[in-house]
């Protein structure tokens, strides 16, 4: 299978646990965004990246988040502290390229559950 | 602050007619406009999009219209079929820019 990959599928943390989603983007794909979906609602931006650099987090709460996508190995949206309102799917996409309009494709998403 | 609208929450349409999902947008910066289509458990997968110098784009049995003086797009999809119920997000980015911009998403119900 060569799409998005996310896992875990389903995570289940309790208040003040920290909670680490991963992806893997398509193969050849050097570009990640991460969206996050609440309840009832659309997708929201949260942070594009490419290998081992940030380049928009404009969608990135200002605490207890973050993300990586180092050299080797999958990008982490990595959550300290999680409380309830963190609840939420989470998604990753990935493209060829990046302002140029490359086509983001969407992995199956991370459903977390902070109890 | 929406910047993409889809107004409908959810849409029921008969088997073999045709399925029209609406949106607006209030950001003349978008230069790029996508529909996805979601199952649930799943992620987002890419339908169908339109370049802001275009007015239509057909693909099969979806078309996307885009009427940018009154910053609207639509889907349609005809003949509908059982398949086609699903949520469907309009989206838009703009030109040098990274992020898609989605609507909350229309549930469309295909009926038999």
């Known amino acids: 299978n060569a799409g998005v990959m996310q896992n875990p599928r389903h995570l289940v943390r309790r208040r003040g646990q920290e909670a680490r989603l991963r992806c893997s983007p398509m193969k050849g794909h050097s570009h990640v965004y991460w969206y996050r979906q609440l309840p009832e609602e659309g997708l929201k931006f949260m942070v594009y990246l490419q290998k081992e650099n940030i380049i928009d987090e404009s969608g990135m709460p200002k605490e207890r988040f973050s993300a990586e996508f180092p050299k080797e190995g999958p990008s982490i949206l990595r959550i300290q502290q999680v409380v309830r309102g963190d609840s939420a799917a989470y998604f990753c996409a990935s493209s060829s390229s990046g302002t140029s309009g490359g086509e983001q494709f969407f992995g199956p998403g991370t459903r977390l559950t902070v109890l | 602050d929406q910047q993409v609208k889809q107004n409908s929450p959810s849409l029921s349409v008969q088997e073999g007619r045709i399925s029209i999902l609406n949106c607006d947008y209030t950001n003349s910066m978008f230069d790029y406009f996508l529909w996805y289509k979601k199952y649930p458990a799943e992620g987002p997968t890419f339908l169908i999009s339109i370049s802001s110098i275009k007015d239509k784009n057909e693909d099969g049995r979806f078309t996307v219209f885009l009427n940018k003086s009154a910053k609207h797009l639509s889907l349609h999809i005809v003949p509908s079929q059982p398949g086609d119920s699903a949520v469907y997000f309009c989206?838009?980015?703009?030109?040098?820019?990274?992020?898609?911009?989605f609507g909350k998403g229309t549930r469309l119900h295909i009926l038999p």
């Open positions: 989206a838009a980015r703009g030109n040098r820019d990274d992020k898609i911009i």
